[in-house]
């Protein structure tokens, strides 16, 4: 399985503009910029779509897990939060922090724990992320 998605950028780094557009069309020439990155200009930025494709990847990954062993939940809700730093002359994604929320009927907080924790490490993204992640997992 392929994924593809495209970025056109005119000018220079901080005073061009760019759009990404995405092969599912999601993204349709979705505005991206110095301003997107580092102020808050509305648009988008690398970050946030590594924080939503982390959150989506990690999510769905659970539900599997929970599926695997029997459990259906009420509702998942993750929020990863990607934080850029400096590097040098440059930026690292540095960590992805990843928040948790489910209600999952009869599952135990240390099953849950189990489950969500293979989820992290098994994740498509988060195999891929050279950055540090955390997982702050609760039942509610």
Known sequence: MIRKATAVWKGTGRDGTGHLSSESG???QTPYSFKTR???EKGTNPEELIAAAHA???TMALAF???MAGFTPDEL????A???EPEGKGFKISKSALTLRAKVPNLDDAGFAKI???AEKNCPVSKVLNA???LDAKLG
């Not at 809700?77 to 990863?80: I, L, Y």
């Open 38 to 40: 580092f102020e808050n």
């Open 26 to 28: 999601v993204l349709a």
């Open 82 to 84: 990607v934080t850029l």
């Open 56 to 58: 989506g990847c990690f």
């Open 116 to 118: 969500a924790g293979e």
């Open 77 to 80: 809700s993750t929020e990863a």
């Open 65 to 67: 897990g929970l599926q």
């Open 132 to 134: 540090a992640i955390t």
